[in-house]
């Protein structure tokens, strides 16, 4: 059973620093990596999506890439900005469905 | 604009009461997903549902209820065989198994 993992839990970093998320998931064999945005009490916004035959998409300031084989994605965010402040979710489909990490809680200080 | 649209965005349900939460989309998507979020846990499947008049468990479909007679449409049931139903509902839809995901707004719903 594909298992997803986020670390860190929570992140905070004064505004202007460039920062990064990690996802590891166990089964290499999927279809792509999906990162979301997600405001308290709110739904998840999709940042990115990845297919499994591609190393890396970006969208303005974030950056993601993934290394199927190792079983990781990571989440770029340059120079980031007290509206970064949200939890990131990162999410794999494979054969079964979409899994899911706990999230990185963000904050950024002004 | 397209998207998929949750109503009501807040719902309390009394003890006992089957209550249904509504999900809609105008995506033309094939593939709707019904996932419950708790504090501090990830998202965790429900049902889903890849074509009209068909759908299936997910990992936690215990005291829930979906149908798809619609393409637009994927409501869900939370019944009272649901013990513990407090928690934040999120409906998605995606073009198909493998594509990208759309989330609507979420609902939460609370047992009074």
């Known amino acids: 059973k594909q298992e997803v993992t986020q670390i860190p839990a929570a992140l905070s970093v004064p505004e202007g620093e460039n920062l990064v998320l990690n996802c590891s998931f166990t089964?290499?064999?999927?279809?792509?990596l999906q990162w979301f945005r997600q405001d308290p009490g709110k739904g998840l916004t999709s940042l990115l999506l990845?297919?499994?035959?591609?190393r890396e998409q970006t969208s303005g300031r974030l950056n993601a890439s993934l290394d199927k084989s190792s079983g990781r994605s990571t989440l770029y965010i340059a120079a980031s900005q007290p509206g970064d402040s949200a939890t990131y979710l990162c999410?794999?489909?494979?054969?079964?469905?979409?899994?899911f990490g706990a999230g990185t809680r963000l904050t950024v200080k002004p | 604009d397209g998207g998929i649209t949750q109503s009501p965005k807040y719902l309390f349900r009394k003890e006992g009461q089957n209550v249904t939460l509504s999900c809609e989309q105008n995506?033309?998507?094939?593939?709707m997903y019904w996932y419950r979020q708790d504090p501090g846990q990830g998202l965790r499947l429900i049902y889903y549902?890849?074509?009209?008049?068909?759908?299936q468990k997910g990992d936690i479909a215990e005291g829930y209820s979906v149908s798809r007679e619609k393409k637009e449409s994927f409501p869900l049931t939370v019944t009272s065989a649901q013990k513990n139903p407090t928690a934040f509902y999120l409906c998605?839809?995606?073009?198909?198994?493998?594509?990208?995901?759309?989330f609507g707004s979420g609902t939460r719903l609370t047992v009074v």
């Open positions: 549902s890849q074509i009209v008049n068909d759908f």
């Open positions: 999410a794999v489909i494979d054969n079964n469905d979409m899994r």
């Open positions: 990845i297919q499994s035959s591609q």
């Open positions: 998605a839809s995606s073009i198909n198994r493998g594509g990208g995901y759309t």
């Open positions: 089964d290499s064999a999927i279809y792509n």
């Open positions: 995506l033309n998507h094939d593939a």
